[in-house]
């Protein structure tokens, strides 16, 4: 059975959700093992396996994403969706 | 986002210079499409191990850099290794396209979904770089220069290749590398052509493209957006006689390099680099062809003795027409006269040719063997030049095998030349092109000058005279130590030459003795320095 924690954040980097962070978080999602999709309120799930995607989304400053982890337990789905969020803004 | 902060690294040349980042690495032009010749399974997974081998490499230089370099670079290795890509590319390979065009159309492609998103943007360049560079691999091919031919440009990159350093032109002002220490191919091709640099430069590719820096190799840094009168000085000493205590000649590789040492005080060639003559040729130049090469250089060279050493080639400085397979360690591989063994016609028609051109033009030459270890290899050497009618015969020193046998060489050598970067190598069993082991290879290193000492100790036995060949000579405080140790001559690249000679000008016999006195009881090369710098300020 899998748990599934979503976490929403507003990206307040200056220059929106940028390359670096995208380069984090796929190296995160492929270390843990687990299914991580980021999406806009309405909009599509994009797969956080995806650097490409994930740049493509193209967030700005200001925009609030949904970041859904899906792991084992729920520990790691926490630890994961707030590991991302400190990747997203890290001032 | 632009860092201020100024980058540190191994300087080569005494003189800064202000000029505009050329990054490499955003340079060159797109590749040429072309048709795939493998069917698309194989083609598809053949780009699928090119991108994973670049990616790897990459992956493996960016580490030891500052945490943000390495980030940025990380993030693009992360989008190129997508396996997003890989589809984005399909349908350019299924349309017969091979692996690089298809790769190419892809990040086009992407980069075009992306539209004005500026912070992509500013990085396009280097995912586009990456690109190239994994297209470059898939085909097999080495990359190309496409410099500007006109300013004033400061070339950045990892690391340069031979072939590289060779296609410079007049608008390149000066060189910064994340690679290479004091002693790699890029310093020394640097030093040869008065082209400052500063080597293993950490960070070295964050700087940004067309940006003006400052690079300062007397004070081992870069100084983005630097000017001139930043630059550090260098100690100065008055002159006391002349001529310098000990000979200085000049290190070349061309006919144009020895008319360029002409211009200098240079009494002669302390090393003539033969290999630099034939590194473009593809197939072996006749025995006519190449004695009319050493006929030029020898015409061309400054008055004075000239020391040829031969063909120093191997896996790691290809000569195309010398095949070597590719080895796991060059620097301990088929290289230096070892590959006189492998390749026993040319080493001949190289010594005939020589001698060939020493009768056309008279002048005064000695030929010496490269990284020899054992006494048969010197025999060996000895008797192809006698066959050959070369009479002065010498050796490089650069091994440390075959300084513990000097004293058997009697009657076999008329001269000794130390190779002091090779022999740095060999004796602190550092490469000298690893960026993070520069500090084994400083030519101030204690152990290398109590190394020296033997073998100066050793000529004494044989009779015969001793110089350095290798870059140590070139810096003008390291050559007082050196004239003090003993040695006879140093030689040094025609931009060095004319300091190392005013420096041996500027102290007695009895300073430098002091000053080598001080430099082989110290404990590390930091302390070799600072009181061989405390000697010469105090006068």
């Not at chain 2, 006689?241 to 302390?270: K, M």
């Not at chain 2, 250089?297 to 000569?319: E, M, Q, W």
């Not at chain 2, 095998?401 to 001269?415: C, E, K, Q, R």
């Not at chain 2, 100790?457 to 870059?471: F, K, Q, S, T, Y």
Request: proline share 5%; net charge negative; aromatic share 4%.
């Amino acid at each position: 059975m899998t748990h599934t924690y979503t976490h929403t954040v507003v990206v307040t980097d200056s220059v929106g959700l940028h390359a670096r962070p995208i380069g984090q978080i796929v190296s995160l999602v492929k270390a843990e093992g687990v299914e991580v999709t980021l999406r806009r309120p309405g909009g599509p799930d994009v797969s956080a396996a995806s650097a490409l995607r994930l740049l493509a989304m193209k967030v700005k400053t200001g925009e609030e994403i949904a970041v859904v982890v899906e792991a084992l337990d729920i520990e790691t789905a926490t630890r994961v969706a707030r590991e991302i969020d400190s990747y997203i803004n890290q001032g | 986002m632009s860092k201020t902060v100024e980058l540190r690294g191994v300087g080569v040349g005494s003189h800064g210079i202000v000029g505009n980042v050329w990054l490499l690495a955003m340079a060159g032009s797109p590749l040429k499409p072309q048709r795939a010749t493998r069917e698309l399974a194989e083609e598809t997974e053949a780009l699928t191990t090119s991108i994973a081998t670049t990616v790897s490499g990459l992956r493996g230089d960016a580490t030891g850099n500052d945490s943000v370099s390495s980030d940025i670079m990380e993030a693009l290795l992360v989008l190129v290794e997508d396996s997003e890509l890989l589809e984005l590319a399909k349908p350019s390979l299924e349309q017969g396209w091979d692996g690089a065009t298809a790769l190419q159309n892809a990040l086009d492609e992407f980069s075009a979904m992306m539209g004005e998103d500026e912070e992509f943007q500013s990085r396009v360049g280097d995912l586009m770089a990456i690109g190239r560079e994994i297209g470059s691999v898939h085909r097999g091919e080495t990359r190309s220069l496409d410099l500007p031919s006109d300013g004033q440009w400061i070339l950045v990159a990892r690391d340069l290749t031979p072939l590289e350093t060779s296609k410079f032109g007049p608008s390149v002002v000066g060189v910064i590398t994340e690679h290479g220490g004091p002693t790699s191919h890029t310093a020394i091709i640097c030093r040869a052509r008065n082209l400052p640099a500063v080597v293993g430069c950490h960070g070295a590719l964050t700087l940004r493209h067309g940006s003006s820096v400052l690079l300062d190799p007397a004070g081992d840094r870069v100084v983005p957006g630097g000017s001139l009168d930043l630059q550090t000085q260098s100690i100065m000493l008055a002159p006391l006689s002349d001529a310098p205590l000990i000979t200085v000649r000049a290190n070349i590789g061309s006919a144009e390099e020895g008319r360029e040492a002409a211009h200098t005080v240079a009494q002669g060639v302390g090393l003539f680099r033969t290999e630099v003559l034939y590194l473009n040729a593809s197939d072996a130049p006749s025995l006519v062809e190449q004695q009319a090469l050493y006929r030029e250089v020898f015409l061309a060279a400054p008055r004075g003795k000239i020391i040829v050493r031969t063909i120093d080639a191997g896996s790691d400085k290809p000569v195309p027409f010398l095949p070597v397979a590719r080895e796991e360690n060059p620097a301990l591989g088929v290289r230096g006269f070892r590959m006189a063994s492998k390749f026993p016609e040319f080493a001949e028609s190289q010594l005939r040719a020589i001698a060939g051109a020493v009768a056309e033009t008279g002048r005064d030459v000695g030929v010496m063997a490269p990284m020899v270890s054992t006494v048969e290899e010197v025999r060996h050497f000895a008797s192809l030049c006698h066959q050959a009618g070369i009479t002065q015969v010498g050796i490089m020193v650069e091994t440390p095998a075959i300084i513990s046998v000097l004293p058997d060489l009697h009657g076999l050598v008329s001269f000794l030349s130390i190779g002091t970067n090779d022999l740095s190598q060999y004796l602190f069993a550092a490469d000298r092109l690893h960026p993070e082991l520069s500090s084994f290879n400083s030519p101030w290193q204690p152990g290398l000058f109590r190394e020296i000492k033997r073998i100066v100790d050793a000529g004494e036995i044989l009779g015969v005279p001793v110089g350095v060949c290798g870059e140590s000579g070139a810096n003008p405080l390291v050559a007082i130590v050196l004239a003090g140790l003993g040695i006879h001559s140093v030689s040094a690249a025609s931009s060095a030459v004319n300091d190392v000679a005013s420096a041996l000008q500027g102290v007695t016999k009895e300073t430098a003795q002091r000053c080598a006195s001080a430099a082989l009881a110290a404990t590390s090369p930091e302390q070799a320095h600072s009181e061989v710098r405390a000697i010469l300020e105090e006068l």
